[in-house]
């Protein structure tokens, strides 16, 4: 069974600009969470999908977004890039039928902001 | 603040012995509780996973010990072995408030020849 990829690997953006990255579950899996990994912050959760609704967010600006397409596929938006927003962020999946399903990462998007 | 916690960001442990990883939590209401071992460059990898109605769960070479009453849990690996150098984190999250997993900061453990 394939792993969660996520595209593209690595991004460079300057301030301001918008970006979008993308994820594509593991077949069967229905929800799908997005994490900010970042050297001072470590691993923190941005918002989750499950059927194309978000269920649960975390503490990030309204400039982070995303959504979620009928074939679980999952895309994150940055809007107004800033400088901090560099890091490496990471999709995962789970059935989500219950939050006691693991999550599976996939390798991360490295997004670098000049 | 961080609800969950590593306080040793490294760890050295020669091959064969045994490595064990620490973590701590503050908010009562986590009740699920998962490691991971992330290579650079890589997602993290589910290794193995607890609920609160356990104290105790086995996997090959992992074993995960939960203490509710000190809100603390850890990772043991017997016997350690090099490819298990990797940095390993700690996540827990609370059934009753939505799926997102709340990290620690990660142990870098080393395994030594």
């Known amino acids: 069974k394939a792993g969660v990829t996520q595209t593209p690997r690595y991004l460079i953006k300057t301030r301001g600009q918008q970006v979008t990255l993308s994820c594509s579950p593991i077949?069967?899996?229905?929800?799908v969470s997005w994490y900010q990994q970042t050297p001072g912050q470590g691993l923190q959760f941005l918002f989750e999908?499950?059927?194309?609704?978000?269920?649960n967010k975390g503490n990030f600006p309204g400039r982070f977004s995303g959504r979620q397409f009928s074939n679980s596929r999952s895309e994150m938006n940055v809007s107004t890039l800033e400088l901090g927003d560099s890091a490496l962020y990471l999709c995962?999946?789970?059935?989500?039928?219950?939050?006691?399903?693991?999550?599976?990462f996939g390798p991360g998007t490295r997004l670098t902001v000049l | 603040d961080q609800q969950v916690k590593q306080n040793s960001p490294s760890l050295s442990v020669q091959e064969g012995r045994i490595s064990i990883l620490n973590c701590d939590y503050t908010?009562?209401?986590?009740?699920?509780f998962l490691w991971y071992k992330k290579y650079p460059a890589e997602g993290p990898t589910f290794l193995i996973s607890?609920?609160?109605?356990?104290d105790k769960n086995e996997d090959g070479r992992f074993t995960v010990f939960l203490n509710k009453s000190a809100k603390h849990l850890s990772l043991h690996i017997v016997p350690s072995q090099p490819g298990d150098s990797a940095v390993y984190f700690c996540?827990?999250?609370?059934?009753?408030?939505?799926?997102?997993?709340?990290f620690g900061k990660g142990t870098s453990l080393l395994v030594t020849p």
């Open positions: 995962a999946s789970s059935l989500g039928q219950t939050s006691y399903n693991e999550q599976f």
């Open positions: 996540a827990a999250s609370a059934g009753n408030s939505g799926y997102a997993l709340n």
């Open positions: 607890i609920s609160s109605i356990k």
């Open positions: 999908y499950f059927s194309e609704t978000q269920r």
């Open positions: 077949s069967g899996h229905r929800s």
């Open positions: 908010n009562s209401m986590f009740d699920y």
